[in-house]
């Protein structure tokens, strides 16, 4: 019953099904039914690889080796998930199925010619969505090389609402963030540079909350509701992944659970989802879905306290993030 449907534009997951509690296999992330439906205004970075340079650069400005690079400002007044018309998610990738004694995937390549974007360097990309055998878990792995330096941040900008796309809110899921921290943004939503505590804030997620608990706090903020960088804290000593994120909807019984390699994750309550029609002619009102994107914290490029984003020539980007499902225990 675990199915995860892959499409070549954007390396995007366009499906991805695991059963609930009553044993019934359905999707749980938003998207459409067709290419066009991607390819229209309404798509707002469904389950697409985001890149080369997910989130924001303030200004779409950077300085890199003493040069400086101009990007498009896509997202007045900053550069947002890469660009406009040649970013990660609107070009058409190379995909190959594969499989092993472990289970099957998808290996998707695209190689972003210099200048592409804005962005220095050809650089070279691997997308592979991995679904081991009898489990429900999905694995998505990164990896990229250049021949100049350059910033790299990807990510998976799947929508999940656990009781199916169309459903209604996402406000009575239940969710915890395992950060003790997170970076605060100006109201163009580029970090400050400060990292802090959500101890005593409505951004402590370390117990479970009820999304829909504490929202409203955050309705008349520049980004209508949840859209913050969580500071993941270190995984354990000697492992590579950490536990990020899990969300857990009493309705469908379906937990999700989330781990990754990367420093940070991006906690996005759907707020300009817009009603627009998707799969199954359904609307994906606002707050509809939660976005959880595993990711080095944005504007990073700019912001000299942050971990890097620069790859360089020679060297390998590399990024794993786990998505496993299961039912609730407690029932
Ligand atoms: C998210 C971002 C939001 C919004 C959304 C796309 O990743 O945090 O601010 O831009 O993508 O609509």
């Known amino acids: ?4 449907k892959v499409m070549t ?13 009553d044993g019934k296999s359905g999707d749980v992330i938003l998207g459409f039914d067709s290419v066009a439906g ?9 389950g697409c690889t985001t890149g080369r340079v997910c989130n924001r650069i303030a200004k779409g400005k950077f300085t890199l080796d003493g040069k400086e690079y ?30 092993n004694d472990k289970g099957s995937g998808v290996r998707l390549t695209y190689t972003s010619p210099d200048g592409d974007e804005g962005y220095p360097g050809n650089l070279s990309v691997t997308v592979s969505y991995f679904v081991p055998k009898d489990a429900t878990r999905l694995g998505i792995h990164y ?31 239940v969710l915890r963030i395992n950060a003790d921290k997170y970076t605060p943004v100006d109201d163009t939503l580029i ?3 400060k990292i802090e505590s959500v101890e005593g804030t409505d951004l402590d997620f370390r117990k479970p909350v009820r999304i829909g608990k504490r929202i ?3 309705t008349d903020t520049a980004a209508l509701g949840y859209d913050h960088n969580y500071v993941l804290n270190a995984a354990p000593k000697g492992k590579d992944y950490r536990f990020a994120a899990m969300l857990f ?17 991006q906690f996005y309550s759907g707020n300009f989802l817009k009603g627009q029609k998707g799969k199954g002619d359904k609307p994906f009102p606002h707050r509809s879905a939660v976005c959880l994107e595993t990711q080095h914290f944005p504007d990073s490029v700019n912001q000299e306290n942050f971990p890097s984003t620069i790859l360089k020539p020679g060297d390998t980007y590399k990024s794993s993030t786990i998505l496993g499902f299961s039912l609730d225990e407690k029932k």
């Open 1 to 4: 019953g675990f199915v995860a």
């Open 9 to 21: 534009r954007g390396a995007t997951l366009v499906q991805l099904h695991t059963p609930d509690k």
């Open 38 to 46: 991607y390819e229209s205004e309404d798509n707002q970075y469904f």
């Open 70 to 99: 101009t990007l498009a400002v896509n997202n007045e007044p900053n550069h947002l998930h890469g660009g406009v018309e040649r970013s990660l998610d609107k070009v058409v990738w190379k995909a190959k199925s594969y499989k």
């Open 143 to 173: 990896k990229a090389t250049t021949d100049k330096s350059t910033p790299v941040n990807l990510t998976n900008h799947a929508y999940f609402n656990l009781s199916g796309p169309g459903s209604d809110t996402v406000l009575n899921h």
């Open 191 to 193: 970090p400050t540079g």
């Open 216 to 218: 409203e706090k955050f």
């Open 249 to 265: 909807d009493k309705k469908s019984g379906r937990r999700l659970r989330i781990t990754t390699t990367e420093p940070g994750i």
